[in-house]
Nanobody, 122 residues
């Protein structure tokens, strides 16, 4: 089993910035894709940004140029820098990681963090 613990989030004014961080721990042999999703009230969860183990990235169109994902493979962490925030970025943000188990190497599973609230409001 592995666990994802998120930090960051909070209340920020439009145009402001926040940094979200996520650390993976537990039985980890390898982490494939790490990323961030978000879910606003009444809406489906959507991919915001993801990064493969080789550094390839994928962003939601509406955040391109404003959000930046980064990861530290040596520490099993992923971060999301949110700049130029808009009210429509308000949502619960979830960390996600695809992890190969160290204890059971034949097993690869998706894990989720507990979610952190980002509220953009004046």
């Amino acid at each position: 089993q592995a666990q994802l613990v998120e930090s960051g989030g909070g209340l920020v004014q439009p145009g402001g910035s926040l940094t979200l961080s996520c650390a993976a721990s537990g039985s980890i042999l390898r982490i494939n894709t790490m990323g961030w999703y978000r879910q606003a009230p009444g809406k489906e969860r959507e991919l915001v940004a993801a990064m493969g183990s080789g550094g390839d990235t994928n962003y939601l169109n509406s955040v391109v140029g404003r959000f930046t994902i980064s990861r530290d493979n040596s520490k099993n962490t992923v971060s999301l820098q949110l700049n130029s925030l808009k009210t429509e970025d308000t949502a619960v943000y979830y960390c996600n990681a695809n992890i190969q188990s160290r204890r059971f190497p034949f097993l690869t599973s998706d894990y989720w963090g507990q979610g952190t609230q980002v509220t953009v409001s004046s």
